[in-house]
């Protein structure tokens, strides 16, 4: 049985950085995506990054390109979302996800998800 669990949700303040984690167990396929998503007030759930792990490519939304980045540690089987100069827009849910099918961020295509983390930022 595939588990999603996300870690490092928290509070920051409006330009500030925050790193959150997410561990993906039971993935019985050699490769698969693992992607970030995000519902935040008054939006519907969206898509964040998502990085494959058959070549380590990376999507990401427009809204957070340049600020966010997601990376692999293999070694550790964790996948991370480091968020930098986060804005209060950013604050939301965040989920990470997981799916067989190669990269992208389109929420019908993911199969399993985690509970979520809270990210809060306010001055």
């Known amino acids: 049985q595939v588990q999603v669990v996300e870690s490092g949700g928290g509070s920051v303040e409006p330009g500030g950085s925050l790193t959150l984690s997410c561990r993906v167990a039971g993935m019985t396929y050699p490769y698969y995506t693992i992607g970030w998503f995000r519902h935040t007030p008054g939006k519907d759930r969206e898509g964040v990054a998502s990085?494959?792990?058959?070549?380590?490519?990376?999507y990401y939304a427009d809204s957070v390109k340049g600020r966010f980045s997601i990376s692999r540690d293999v070694a550790k089987g964790l996948v991370y979302l480091q968020m930098n100069s986060v804005k209060s827009e950013d604050t939301g849910t965040y989920y990470c996800?997981?799916?067989?099918?190669?990269?992208?961020?389109?929420?019908?295509?993911?199969?399993?998800w985690g509970q979520g983390t809270q990210v809060s930022v306010s001055s």
């Open positions: 996800a997981t799916t067989i099918r190669a990269g992208g961020l389109r929420i019908s295509a993911y199969d399993f």
């Open positions: 990085i494959y792990t058959n070549d380590e490519s990376t």
